[in-house]
């Protein structure tokens, strides 16, 4: 007599299911539990409960340091990467945030009546072509500081050295987006000497 199938899903053999990465990844982009499950249409308590079984999982006991972790996808193209004392470098600026009273009709005037190239939306949030940098309008009540956006190679160990020089970053890098080429958008926030945010930004191809 066989021995039955295991019944539901195997382990994944990461320390976080796909599900769980997401959700942590948005996480520490700094969205609400409620901003999460309106973009990715699930309910609230389904992203509480990712929330919590990630927090269990990692050791830790409030939501807030979920924001600060940098862990990395085993996945993900840069999980092997060696980045450990290479040379922090800036290149260009690689996005730059504008906040926007009504998204569709600032969607129909930067592209109609200005004539920029429109990338793709996601929502409530619209991406143009800017003369090589790209444009990302978002909704806002207020509009607050445009962003800066700028191109690094290697975000984690560029965050680290900053600190050395001490820049103070609002969360860990992590993965905002993976397009359906394989590449992935990553992320990290910090504040200049005024209080105003910036933010790294790096794109990483998949695997070969």
């Not at 607050?144 to 050295?161: A, F, M, N, P, W």
């Amino acid at each position: 007599m066989t021995n039955p199938k295991p019944r539901g899903r195997p382990a994944d053999p990461d320390i976080l299911t796909p599900t769980e990465w997401q959700i942590a990844d948005a996480v520490r982009h700094g969205l609400t539990n409620r901003q999460i499950a309106s973009r990715r249409n699930v309910s609230l308590d389904a992203v509480k409960y990712h929330v919590s079984n990630a927090l269990t999982k990692l050791g830790l006991t409030r939501r807030a340091q979920l924001r600060h972790w940098s862990g990395i996808a085993q996945r993900s193209p840069i999980h092997d990467r060696k980045t450990q004392g290479k040379q922090m470098t800036f290149g260009p600026v690689g996005q730059i945030a504008r906040s926007v009273r009504n998204i569709e009709e600032a969607r129909k005037w930067y592209g109609e009546v200005l004539g920029l190239t429109h990338l793709y939306s996601f929502g409530d949030m619209a991406f143009f072509d800017c003369g090589g940098t790209r444009l990302f309008l978002s909704p806002a009540k207020d509009e607050g500081d445009s962003i800066l956006y700028i191109s690094v190679t290697c975000i984690h160990e560029t965050k680290r050295q900053m600190e050395a020089r001490g820049v103070v970053f609002i969360n860990a890098p992590h993965m905002i987006h993976r397009h359906a080429n394989g590449t992935e958008e990553w992320m990290a926030f910090f504040n200049d000497n005024d209080g105003r945010p910036l933010a790294l930004m790096e794109q990483v191809a998949p695997k070969a």
